[in-house]
């Protein structure tokens, strides 16, 4: 059943997962999938819950393979990247994703005004302390994805601690990009 939910999400998307086209896909009658399970939040949440088994899996095998614990911190970036890659429908239902996709002719023009004032700010920040200026599209999808990471997670409650925790997580995220443009 998890499978066929899978194999639904990766030709049509998780908004067209739906009780009744799994038990299509596997040849099923719906009354048979509520034996397992009570309704879709249920298999959605046996789905993060595997999600989130094969990705630790994938990230303790990179760590752990490492000759030294820097070496093994940096593997991560690849292991999960490989995790996203090898199960993208997984990914998506673990994080809610799977809507519309951007860097297409279909991305709002409202996502691409708040980008393009994204480059404007970090542009801007390298002139202001003279760096000497990078591939500032690269560092706005890194900064952007910082940013989206923290705060989705903590909006889905997955970090731990009150307000005042999460933006200190928040001021010392940027406050690294700048030491680290700086260097």
Known sequence: MLLAARRISAQEGWQSVTIRKIANEIEYSPPTIYE???NKEEMMHELVSEGFRQL??????????????????MSLGKAYLEFVQESK???????????????????????KET???????????FVYKSWEEINIDDEVDIVWSSLHGLISLSA?????????????????TLAN???LWSM
């Open 177 to 179: 990009f700048l030491v």
């Open 115 to 125: 980008f393009a004032f994204m480059r404007s700010v970090v542009k801007d920040l």
């Open 89 to 111: 429908e997984l990914y998506e239902v673990m994080h809610g994703l799977g809507t519309i996709k951007f860097g297409t002719d279909k991305t709002p023009a409202s996502a």
């Open 56 to 73: 630790l899996e994938k990230l303790r095998h990179a760590y752990l393979k490492a000759d030294n614990p820097e070496s093994g911190f």
């Open 156 to 172: 889905a409650h997955r970090i731990a601690g009150d307000t005042s925790r999460f933006e200190r997580l928040l001021h010392k």
């Open 36 to 38: 397992h399970f009570s």
